[in-house]
């Protein structure tokens, strides 16, 4: 388990939804190892690549719900290429995950940065311990 704010994460998740007229539901996070997201990425999304997040939309209207799986080995990787801190990383995909359920995609014409500004706005609302 990493070491993370879980009760200003909660209100952070919740501003954050709210700002997309959702409210929380029920989200899981599954932190686990890149062997465990490839496994996940294979069986249930017949993808054969490693990634940060992959995120199981249960939302419900505007109730949003789901499972959230985060690699943390891929977060780590990800830090040091992109030269951010692990948290700042790490927060990143936790809340990618969350704007996932509020309904911003990041794989069609355009959407990539739709999203990474919502990360970055989403972040900024955030302080991320050092």
């Known amino acids: ?37 490839l496994e996940v990425n294979q069986q249930y999304l017949q993808h054969d690549y490693y990634t940060d997040v992959i ?9 949003i719900s789901g499972d959230i799986f985060i690699s943390l080995d891929t977060v780590k990787t990800n830090a040091k290429k992109f030269s951010q801190p692990y948290l700042t990383e790490l927060h990143r995909v936790i809340i990618h995950g969350v704007l996932h359920l509020c309904g911003i995609n990041d794989k069609g014409p ?21």
């Open 55 to 63: 995120t199981f939309d249960y939302s419900e209207k505007k109730k």
């Open 1 to 37: 388990m990493p070491d993370i704010q879980k009760t200003p994460i909660r209100a952070w998740i919740k501003e954050v939804a709210d700002s997309y007229g959702k409210r929380v539901g029920e989200i899981a996070y599954v932190f686990c190892d890149d062997a465990k997201i």
């Open 110 to 130: 355009g959407e990539r940065e739709v999203m990474e500004n919502a990360e970055d706005k989403a972040l900024s609302l955030f302080s991320i311990p050092e």
